[in-house]
């Protein structure tokens, strides 16, 4: 039975499709004036963050509140990490601390896998993004949105073009939402500098293009990831980030080669002017903000499915 | 110091025969053997083979006698079928200087499990910006003749053609670690369609093809030795090949783990499978058997790299690069390579005793099994099949990659001059030689 949420790439079609369901029905939760559900009350979830991300902390923190799980919220800065303590050794004090499910953010690709496969603790593992692999449950958020506004918020995303523009080599987001919404039947298209797209890209389920511009008239939705300054000029990735943004960002422009109906989606934190500029973020194509709201709803299905699989365990004894 | 008989033995997989050893030197082989109070090594059945010869080995003395140190890394040695190591520079302090090869290569004498002939650093404390002082490390008692930065290359090309040229004057030969930094920063794994999938950064096979072809051509130019290191990608087979062909003193290792594994463990994020160069793909395996089976690659050398327990239980980007080598170095030959008939033993002996003893310049190893001959020998079980131990290693650490792998053969016993350091498969106790190994003082030419 599958105990954790590591990859993207771990959910089959019905899995996802189940996540997704869970989450729409938690959502409507969140129009009541108690928004609290019962469920996982006296569960410990800890969120386990070795690297800063207070939007994606807070998501999962409001998500296991309001199934009334206990949270505790374990920061590397300023604790006994930053002292030097291991991987290790964090896992056997959680562990000792009767953690029923971790939410794990963590610098290094693999860090997840590691806590849930080298036996140091027995809860969930819920990969909360790790170094430049993956993270799950923005893949979970962004298909639920896409479903929302795409498909009536029913079943998956099949024929659906999304395109993703951005430092598809880096970014976790890239690599979780290729995996899961090829798996829900969107076509993916992956948009980057030939700098930026990972060696081996081709035997991904998605095509690639250098261009931007082509892939937008037929684009159901676009997804722009966060670009660092950095990885220009003294990076070396791409020369500097106005050439980026002439090449690579969404302006007024852009978006108006976009179908009607089409959406922009960002995983945020944003750099307006880069990637994205002003006009597109605040737009009414722009479920930027909407993305965040659902990421509670989804972060909430994972907790739920996970947690309480002793009693509601699929048909195939999986808990999605 | 009594004869040895060993009887029945089969000399390079050959008929069986006895041996009788006698003041550390083969004195007579043929069947039927006695001698008057002899002590008798029962061998029926097992092959014979001249004593191992490690080019690649790190002892962490000085300086990291946690993860091991010369006594327990010679003694894995032994174990392993060795009769002679080289000790790896990169210790700290640095082997830089005639003071600490000395100090190795006395730790090693004395401790008395295999012989240890310390690599010098080519560069002042592996910084690859001005050479260490090689001369004297060749002039001490240690007589370097293998220089490495090994760990780090020796990118800066003007450094390397001096290198190359100096060691010259006392017949040396510089082992290089080829892997041009720039191309390699933060590498965690092979640059492939999996390090893209995993988020890993890659450690691309151009980064080490392209140094191994400036290091030819530079050595070609100089009309000096070049060794190449753990070579671990078909390019480097090929360029290699390349540079044989042309007549240049190019010769090369091979690691056992880069016979065997692929860089699909990688999968586990598990860093026992973490190691530089890192483990490859499918097809570069079977070029490096090849390329070992036709003699393109010279060497199996085992980079045998111990880690404490903390430095691989931690996540991948955190953990330590290097495996275990030397206890299962020749299993993992045998597996690969005379089980899949690309081999003999008479080949296993070339590749990891003759060849590398010459690469090495050591001159009483790595001979053949004849009456006059230095006594170095090992004597495997070829036969059966056993899991890998962690728990069961002679070395101090534990991060072997072949836990758990069942792998053939079984290394029986194992004698330096004369002098069994390894019997029914377990070490004996030095005896306490006084600092200097019989018969290593002045065996070089």
Redesign the interface.
């Known amino acids: 039975m599958r105990r954790h949420l590591l990859s993207a790439g771990d959910l089959s079609r019905d899995e996802a499709v189940r996540v997704l369901d869970t989450a729409g029905e938690l959502l409507a939760l969140a129009d009541r004036p108690i928004k609290k559900l019962p469920t996982l009350r006296g569960r410990t979830v800890v969120n386990l963050f070795f690297e800063d991300s207070t939007r994606t902390r807070i998501s999962f923190e409001a998500a296991a509140k309001r199934l009334s799980a206990d949270v505790i919220n374990f920061s590397a800065k300023g604790s006994s990490v930053s002292k030097g303590e ?3 050794d964090t896992a056997l004090t959680l562990q000792a601390m009767g953690a029923d499910a971790v939410v794990v953010r ?6 997840p ?2 806590l849930a ?2 036996g140091w603790i027995d809860g969930s593992i819920v990969n909360a993004g ?5 993270h799950p449950t923005q893949a979970l958020l962004d298909a639920f949105t896409l479903r929302r506004h795409l498909a009536d918020g029913t079943g998956d995303l099949e024929g659906r073009r999304i395109t993703i523009v951005g430092d598809v ?1 880096h970014s ?1 987001v890239a ?1 979780s939402n290729a995996l899961l919404l090829s798996t829900l039947g969107a076509e993916v298209t992956l948009v980057a500098p030939p700098t930026l797209l ?4 081709d ?2 389920p998605v095509t690639t293009s250098y261009d931007l511009d082509p892939t937008l008239a037929k684009a159901d939705a676009v997804m722009m990831l966060r670009v660092q300054r950095e990885r220009g000029a003294g990076g070396g990735f791409f020369p500097s980030a106005r050439e980026y943004s002439r090449r690579y960002g969404v302006d007024a422009r852009r978006m108006g080669l976009l179908p009607d109906h089409a959406l922009v989606l960002h995983p945020g934190p944003m750099n307006r002017g880069v990637e994205i500029s002003a006009d597109v973020a605040d737009s009414t194509r722009s479920v930027i903000v909407e993305q965040v709201t659902n990421g509670v709803a989804v972060r909430m299905a994972v907790l739920f499915l996970l947690l309480s699989a002793e009693t509601t365990t699929g048909t195939d004894g999986s808990p999605w | 110091m009594s004869d040895l008989l060993v009887r029945g033995a089969r000399p390079l997989g050959a008929d069986p025969v006895d041996l009788l050893l006698r003041d550390g030197r083969i004195v007579e082989i043929g069947a039927g053997l006695t001698s008057r109070g002899a002590r008798v090594v029962e061998a029926d059945g097992l092959v014979a083979l001249p004593g191992l010869v490690d080019l690649h080995t790190h002892l962490r003395e000085p300086g990291r006698e946690d993860a091991e140190t010369v006594a327990t890394g010679t003694g894995a040695a032994a174990a392993g079928g060795f009769t002679a190591v080289h000790a790896m520079a990169n210790t700290d302090p640095v082997a830089d200087t005639a003071g600490v090869v000395e100090q190795v290569w006395r730790l090693g004498a004395e401790a008395g499990h295999c012989d240890v002939h310390p690599v010098g650093a080519v560069s002042v404390g592996l910084a690859g910006e001005r050479l260490a002082e090689l001369g004297a490390m060749a002039d001490s008692a240690a007589r370097v003749r293998i220089f490495s930065d090994d760990g780090r290359c020796v990118s800066d090309a003007m450094l390397m053609r001096r290198a190359l040229e100096y060691v010259k004057a006392f017949d040396g030969v510089i082992a290089q670690h080829a892997q041009e930094p720039r191309l390699t920063v933060d590498a965690q794994m092979n640059e492939g369609e999996l390090s893209g999938r995993l988020g890993l950064a890659g450690w691309p096979a151009v980064a080490e093809e392209a140094v191994i072809a400036r290091d030819c051509l530079l050595a070609a130019h100089v009309g000096s030795r070049l060794h190449v290191c753990h070579v671990s990608t078909a390019g480097s087979v090929e360029i290699i090949r390349w540079a044989k062909h042309k007549g240049w003193a190019v010769t090369a290792e091979v690691t056992p783990h880069h016979l065997l594994l692929t860089d699909g463990l990688a999968e586990s994020y598990d860093p026992l499978f973490k190691v530089n160069p890192p483990l490859r793909g499918k097809s570069d395996v079977e070029a490096l058997r090849e390329g070992l089976a036709d003699g393109t690659i010279d060497a199996v050398a085992t980079d045998h790299a111990p880690h404490p327990v903390e430095d691989k239980e931690c996540e991948w980007a955190a953990a330590a690069f290097g495996m275990l080598g030397l206890e299962t170095a020749l299993s993992v030959v045998q597996e690969a390579m005379i089980e899949t008939g690309l081999l003999d033993w008479a080949g296993v002996a070339d590749r990891m005793s003759t060849r590398p003893a010459r690469i090495g310049r050591v001159a009483d190893q790595g001979r053949p099994l004849s009456v006059g001959e230095p006594a170095n020998l090992v004597l495997v079980d070829p036969s059966g099949r056993r899991a890998v131990r962690p728990d069961r290693t002679l070395s101090l650490s534990r991060n072997t990659p072949f836990a758990g792998i069942e792998l053939p053969g079984r290394v029986v016993a194992t004698m330096l001059r004369g002098r069994p350091t390894v019997l029914d498969g377990a070490l004996v106790a030095a005896e306490p030689v006084g600092g200097l190994p019989v018969g290593a003082s002045g065996a070089r030419p």
């Open positions: 291991s991987l290790k963590h610098q290094s690709s693999g860090a896998h590691r496969a080298a790790d170094g430049t692999h993956e080599l976790r690599r990972p060696v081996g890209v035997s991904w």
